[in-house]
């Protein structure tokens, strides 16, 4: 009985000590992750901010003419913003959603003071 009390004993502490030792190595990987991923989006970031990779909105009435102008826009900008990239509609429309009207059926919507959807001209 004793025999058998020691020899479950040790089973016990093997099983024990092997549970600890993956954790450990789960820890350590997890770590080193963590790490590669916080160097990862310090690249990122570093490209955002940049000064190289920002574009200039094309200046004047016709910025709405630039394919790229429109790819510029989000839902976070306000009227302002985008009147600086595009410049003025040809036409506005209001209610619950203003609607901005550009030429060759270019379109800006807002709702609450922010882009809510856009359609680009036909280029």
């Known amino acids: 009985m004793f025999k058998t009390i020691i020899i479950f004993g040790f089973l016990s502490l093997a099983v024990v000590s092997n549970s600890f030792a993956s954790d450990s190595d789960r820890i350590d990987q997890l770590e080193k992750d963590l790490q590669e991923t916080k160097l990862r989006l310090l690249k990122l970031e570093s490209l955002l901010i940049k000064p ?4 200039k909105p094309a200046a004047s009435s016709e910025g709405w003419k630039s394919k790229p102008n429109w790819r510029k826009l989000t839902k976070e900008l306000n009227p302002s ?5 595009l410049g003025e509609p040809q036409n506005v429309r209001g209610g619950n959603f203003t ?3 550009y030429q060759n059926g ?3 919507v807002f709702y609450e003071g922010k882009v809510y959807q856009w359609a680009e001209p036909q280029f």
């Not at 190289?52 to 574009?55: I, K």
């Open 81 to 85: 913003e985008v009147q600086s990239l």
């Open 99 to 101: 609607i901005w009207d």
């Open 106 to 108: 270019g379109r800006v």
């Open 52 to 55: 190289s990779n920002v574009q």
